[in-house]
């Protein structure tokens, strides 16, 4: 018999928020919730939603960009935890019909991978392979030069619509991004990205809302974004990274070459755990701007 489907069109927060008053229930402390609350968000906003669409492969990706980025392995650990709890908890109530997380193992513990970003060089050559010169090649296009000069997640990147987005002929656009624990944020999109978007656009007859569509016309999955950014990352010769996370690492670190202004790629980067002063210092929108306005890979990307 197959096993019940209680709501199929619950999010991955709805889910959480069932999980964590599970735990409640238990008796977990409110510190407890929290930690579990802080690690399941960050997968959230990593993996393929609706949860039933997750991959055991997709949470192993997860974690390893988590080592990648250098995040400690006991903390990664303790998230394998609670994302096989989470997993767990959602298969034995019936939300999902298969547990992703069934094998997910902890890491072994040793010093952290070292951030795998791109080059400048290797940036230019991944963005040079889109044939513009056709529809399909201006969306890759688009989506890899917004994932660079933003440092979006994939998960922000796939629920982005058209209203999101305002792209004026000349000058700044801007983007409205909902990010991890509903945070509202809003980016500058820099010339090179707004003119790649403009020129994908162009080519949209259609009525879709979603800002990219696949080959079927439907809103990108984050499974379909990362195929189509390893798909040119192997073109491009880079084999040891992969990932859209390897072009926010990226992003990042170009950023912080251009302008070494921590404050405000923590802010572009939409960063929940930035601690609480850091969070309410105030940044001028100029103070954004001019920390993506250059990026070194656009200059032969433009």
């Known amino acids: 018999m197959a096993r019940k489907q209680r709501d199929d069109r619950q999010s991955g927060t709805q889910l959480l928020e069932e999980f964590l008053g599970a735990l409640t229930l238990e008796g977990r402390s409110p510190h407890s919730i929290g930690a579990y609350r802080r690690d399941l968000e960050r997968v959230l906003g ?3 939603q609706p949860l039933s669409e997750a991959q055991p492969r997709d949470l192993r990706d997860v974690f390893r960009s988590q080592q990648q980025a ?6 990664i650990n303790r998230a394998i935890g609670a994302t096989r709890s989470f997993f767990r908890f959602l298969f034995e109530e019936g939300q999902l019909e298969m547990n992703p997380a069934q094998a997910l193992r902890s890491i072994r513990l040793g010093p952290p991978l070292a951030p795998k970003h791109l080059s400048v060089a290797e940036v230019q050559r991944l963005l040079s392979l889109p044939p513009v010169e056709t529809p399909t090649g201006r969306r890759d ?12 997640r994939v998960g922000e990147l796939c629920a982005l619509s058209r209203e999101d987005v305002r792209l004026p002929a000349e000058g700044w656009g801007a983007l409205q991004v909902v990010g991890k624990g509903r945070r509202l944020h809003r980016l500058p999109i820099n010339r090179p990205a707004a003119d790649a978007l403009l020129a994908y656009l162009a080519d949209r007859d259609d009525a879709e809302q979603a800002l990219f569509l696949n080959r079927s016309q439907g809103r990108f999955s984050v499974r379909g974004i990362a195929l189509l950014v390893n798909r040119y990352l192997r073109a491009a010769g880079i084999t040891d990274r992969s990932g859209p996370h390897v072009l926010r690492h990226t992003f990042a670190t170009h950023a912080l070459r251009a302008r070494p202004n921590l404050r405000a790629v923590q802010e572009l980067l939409g960063h929940a755990w930035v601690t609480t002063t850091q969070r309410y210092t105030h940044l001028e929108v100029e103070d954004l701007q001019a920390q993506v306005a250059d990026l070194p890979a656009n200059r032969r990307a433009s």
């Open 70 to 75: 250098g995040r400690s392995p006991s903390s």
């Open 46 to 48: 990593e993996v393929a």
């Open 141 to 152: 296009y688009a989506i890899l030069m917004l994932l660079y000069n933003t440092g979006l």
